[in-house]
């Protein structure tokens, strides 16, 4: 028996975030009937994903923005140093 693939809703609000020559990507993502998901994605694969689920798209956003201007576009980068931490 095949099982079906789950339905995933991207929100408009994930986007290309560029700094300083760099770029991440912002991923925000739900699957129906769940909390929303964030995810910064690097130029080099790098994938932070954080740990609690967002009540709304528009929180994950904030969040994400928050965390950049915080720790550093070069944060989310294994070219960065260290890996990522979990947020």
């Not at 995933?8 to 770029?23: A, H, K, Q």
């Not at 995810?39 to 080099?44: A, F, L, P, R």
């Not at 965390?67 to 260290?82: K, L, M, P, Q």
């Given at each position: ?36 998901t ?12 954080w ?37």
């Open positions: 028996m095949r099982m079906e693939e789950p339905e995933i809703i991207v929100s408009r609000y994930s986007r290309t975030y560029e700094e300083d020559g760099l770029s991440l990507e912002i991923c925000i993502y739900r699957l129906v009937g769940a909390e929303w964030l995810e910064i994605v690097s130029e080099d694969g790098c994938s932070t994903v740990d609690d689920p967002f009540g709304s798209d528009e929180e994950a956003l904030f969040i994400a923005l928050k965390a950049i201007e915080e720790d550093g576009v070069e944060s989310f980068s294994n070219e960065g140093g260290d890996v990522p931490t979990v947020h």
